[in-house]
Structures are given as C-alpha cells and as structure tokens.
C-alpha cells in the first residue's frame, strides 16, 4: 500500500487517456455530492422569508420571541360558547285597502290583514343562571322567541325586563352547565385596539368577524336615548344584533347594535354598546325588573349646529321635579350639582345617571341673572324627557 500512490501518480502521466476519464469521474463524484445535498434540505427551506440562510424557526417560536399573535383561535374558543342566536315571530297587522282589490272581491273583506313575520338575532350568556343579554329591539313586540345554544340545545326563555333607553334587554334560559362569557373594561379600550364580532348574520350561526375600534364615545347618533357607542369596522349584518363584541382576550367588551345604511355608501362603520353600560343595566333589569333613573321633567334644547352647546330649557312637565324647583323655559343650564354642563346629552346622562329621590342642585341662567335651584328627582318614566 505504501508504493501504491507513487505507481498510480506514474500511471495518470504516462496514459493520458487514464488521466482525462479520471478527471471526469472525480467531477461526476462532485456534481451527485452537491445533488445530493441539495435533496436533502430543499432551496426553499435553506431561506427564511427574509432571505437569510439558517435563520428558520420551529413551530411556536413566534409567541416564545413575543411577537404579536397571529391567530385569535383561542379567544374566540373562550367566548363563542356563550354567544346564542335568537329567532323571533311577531303577528304583524296592517290595515286593508279595499282600492287595490277589484269590485268583485271588495265585499266582506277584514278590516285588517294580520301576517307572521320572523326575525333574527344574537344574545350573549353573561352568567351560570342563564341570564341572556340582547338588544331591545330583537325581542320588542315579539310573540314568541326561541333560543339557541353554541352546542345545539334550543330554549324558550322568559324577558325578564327591558330598556328602551339604551336598546337592551335580559332574558333567561332555564339549562343546566351554561357557558358564560368573562365581562371585560370597555373605559380602557383605545381606537386601534383589536375586537372580534361574534354573532347569527343571516342566520349563519357562530359567525366570527375581525375588526379594530375606530372610535370610542359615540353618542350623538340618536340610536338610543342613553350611549356612548363603541365604533368599529368589524362587520355586523342583519342577525348580528344583540351579539358579542370581545378583545383578543375573549372577554365582553361590548353589545353590537347597528350597523350605519348600506344605502349611503358607507361601509365598515358598526356601533356596539360598552360593557359598562351593559353592566349597570343587566344589574338593574335583574334586581328590579326595569331600570330605575333620576327624572327633572324638563325638555331641554341643544343647538344641533354646534357641538358643544349649553342645554335650553324648551318646556316644563307640569308637576314635575323642575316645576316645583322654580325652572322656566328659556333658562339655560350651566351646572348640575356643581359640575359644567356643555350639552344637552350630558345634562340627559347626568340626571339620569341619579337615583329617584336623589336631591340636585341646578345652576341656571336666566337673562342676565344667574340662580341656585334645588329639585328632588323622581323616577323617569319610559321614554319620558329629561
């Protein structure tokens, strides 16, 4: 073995064809090794979407370097259990107008034409007791409504109460092992904050849409008389009403509402109401069976060409709170128990956010006099004026 490299060296050099075959074959050797190779680790794994080399990283690795998340699986697998979807049947009447029938069958014909007319709607479970929160007008007027559940099991539940003022209302099932939804901080929401709709649109249940808050504190939109809406782009169809709005934590931060017409050419701008709100309400309706506020009994006028306009006193209800303080028409509100008021809605939201016989003091204008009244509210009536 020790001679055989010096006589294999002889051989290449004296038989130049040996020497030229060699060559090709240590070259072929090569070219297999390199193939090989490449089989082994295909090119499009040897590169991260970067186009760095070595740099890939295994299944999980994102979460562990704290990038953002990119699926919201696990949120929605918190809080889509407890979202329920709702059909409703009312018997609508509508008056009959003998002109469209022709002569022979205008005779004997119902003063009324009465017809069953369905709707759809969402809930939210908000506690092992079955108690379903919704929107008011999902459930008004209805002569039957049905619920049913994420995992299939359908119920006729009870209205336990109402609030038109806000468009919510609590209703409950009675189920054993109910799921219920955690309610989160809707005053700690920020517009670009990620939120996810969860609802019945068109009656394809368990619906999952995504979306941002684009603006919290909506409340000039005249939907109800008491809400500042949460605004967002997530999408809310017919169906979705009464739904889930949760953070990518699964927790309740809001009741979607309404969604602004199709027909003005808008698209992505959807309403829902804060959890907060929805809170005191949802305790009330429980304990009460109606939500109890402070009423004044005045209607108060803003200026709707100007935001920030201090509330007019535009009328008085006789024998009311205000009345018996001294307040007139014309007298302008300035402060509510001390404290600046700006704009109709907020004098609206202050009294009403009082207990019923709770004691207030009003600052007012009247002319070039300013004056201290005192009122001892009572409780507003449904749909009654400030």
Same mark, same amino acid.
């Given at each position: 073995?020790?001679? %055989?490299?010096?006589?294999?060296?002889?051989?290449? &050099?004296?038989?130049?064809?040996?020497?030229?075959?060699?060559?090709?074959?240590?070259?072929?050797?090569?070219?297999?090794?390199? &193939?090989?190779?490449?089989?082994?680790?295909?090119?499009?794994?040897?590169?991260?979407?970067?186009?760095?080399?070595?740099?890939?990283?295994?299944?999980?690795?994102?979460?562990?370097?704290?990038?953002?998340?990119?699926?919201?699986?696990?949120?929605?697998?918190?809080?889509?259990?407890?979202?329920?979807?709702?059909?409703?049947?009312?018997?609508?009447?509508?008056?009959?107008?003998?002109?469209?029938?022709?002569?022979?069958?205008?005779?004997?014909?119902?003063?009324? $034409?009465?017809?069953?007319?369905?709707?759809?709607?969402?809930?939210? @479970?908000?506690?092992?007791?079955?108690?379903?929160?919704?929107?008011?007008? +999902?459930?008004?007027?209805?002569?039957?409504?049905?619920?049913?559940?994420?995992?299939?099991?359908?119920?006729?539940?009870?209205?336990?109460?109402?609030?038109?003022?806000?468009?919510?209302?609590?209703?409950? +099932?009675?189920?054993?092992?109910?799921?219920?939804?955690?309610?989160?901080?809707?005053? !700690?929401?920020?517009?670009?904050?990620?939120?996810?709709?969860?609802?019945?649109?068109? =009656?394809?249940?368990?619906?999952?849409?995504?979306?941002?808050?684009?603006?919290?504190?909506?409340?000039? &939109?005249?939907?109800?008389?008491?809400?500042? %809406?949460?605004?967002?782009?997530?999408?809310?169809?017919?169906?979705?009403?009464?739904?889930?709005? @949760?953070?990518?934590?699964?927790?309740?931060?809001?009741?979607?509402?309404?969604?602004?017409?199709?027909?003005?050419?808008?698209?992505?701008?959807?309403?829902? @109401?804060?959890?907060?709100?929805?809170?005191?309400?949802?305790?009330?309706?429980?304990?009460?069976? $109606?939500?109890?506020? =402070?009423?004044?009994?005045? !209607?108060?006028?803003?200026?709707?060409? $100007?935001?920030?306009?201090?509330?007019?006193?535009?009328?008085?209800?006789?024998?009311?709170?205000? !009345?018996?303080?001294?307040?007139?028409?014309?007298?302008?509100?300035?402060?509510?128990?001390? $404290?600046?008021?700006?704009?109709?809605?907020?004098?609206?939201?202050?009294?009403?956010?009082?207990?019923?016989?709770?004691?207030?003091?009003?600052?007012?204008?009247?002319?070039?006099?300013?004056?201290?009244?005192?009122?001892?509210?009572?409780?507003?009536?449904?749909?009654?004026?400030?």
């Amino acid at each position: 073995m020790a001679n %055989f490299k010096p006589i294999l060296g002889k051989l290449i &050099l004296a038989n130049p064809i040996l020497a030229f075959v060699l060559k090709w074959v240590l070259a072929g050797l090569a070219l297999a090794g390199v &193939l090989l190779l490449a089989r082994s680790a295909p090119f499009d794994r040897m590169f991260d979407r970067a186009g760095e080399p070595g740099n890939q990283a295994p299944a999980g690795a994102a979460a562990t370097r704290g990038e953002p998340r990119r699926s919201f699986a696990d949120a929605v697998g918190r809080a889509a259990p407890a979202v329920v979807n709702i059909y409703t049947a009312r018997v609508v009447s509508t008056q009959v107008r003998p002109e469209e029938y022709g002569p022979l069958f205008q005779q004997n014909l119902p003063a009324v $034409r009465r017809r069953v007319e369905s709707s759809l709607g969402s809930g939210v @479970i908000i506690d092992t007791a079955g108690h379903i929160i919704t929107n008011h007008h +999902v459930v008004k007027d209805a002569n039957e409504i049905r619920v049913q559940l994420a995992d299939g099991r359908v119920a006729t539940p009870r209205v336990v109460g109402t609030d038109p003022d806000t468009d919510l209302a609590v209703l409950r +099932v009675d189920l054993p092992d109910l799921p219920a939804m955690t309610l989160g901080r809707s005053d !700690e929401l920020r517009p670009g904050d990620v939120v996810l709709a969860i609802g019945n649109p068109l =009656g394809l249940s368990q619906t999952v849409t995504q979306g941002i808050v684009s603006a919290t504190g909506r409340g000039s &939109l005249r939907l109800a008389t008491f809400a500042d %809406f949460i605004q967002t782009d997530a999408a809310i169809n017919f169906g979705n009403s009464g739904g889930a709005l @949760i953070d990518t934590d699964g927790q309740l931060i809001g009741i979607n509402t309404a969604v602004l017409a199709q027909t003005l050419g808008t698209e992505g701008i959807g309403f829902a @109401i804060p959890v907060n709100l929805v809170r005191g309400v949802m305790q009330e309706i429980i304990e009460h069976g $109606r939500v109890r506020r =402070g009423w004044l009994g005045v !209607e108060v006028i803003g200026d709707p060409n $100007r935001r920030f306009s201090a509330p007019v006193i535009g009328a008085t209800e006789p024998g009311s709170p205000a !009345e018996r303080a001294g307040l007139k028409p014309g007298d302008l509100i300035t402060h509510l128990n001390g $404290r600046a008021i700006v704009t109709d809605q907020e004098a609206l939201t202050q009294v009403a956010a009082l207990r019923p016989g709770s004691y207030i003091e009003i600052r007012v204008r009247r002319g070039i006099q300013s004056l201290t009244l005192h009122a001892t509210l009572e409780e507003r009536p449904v749909s009654a004026s400030q």
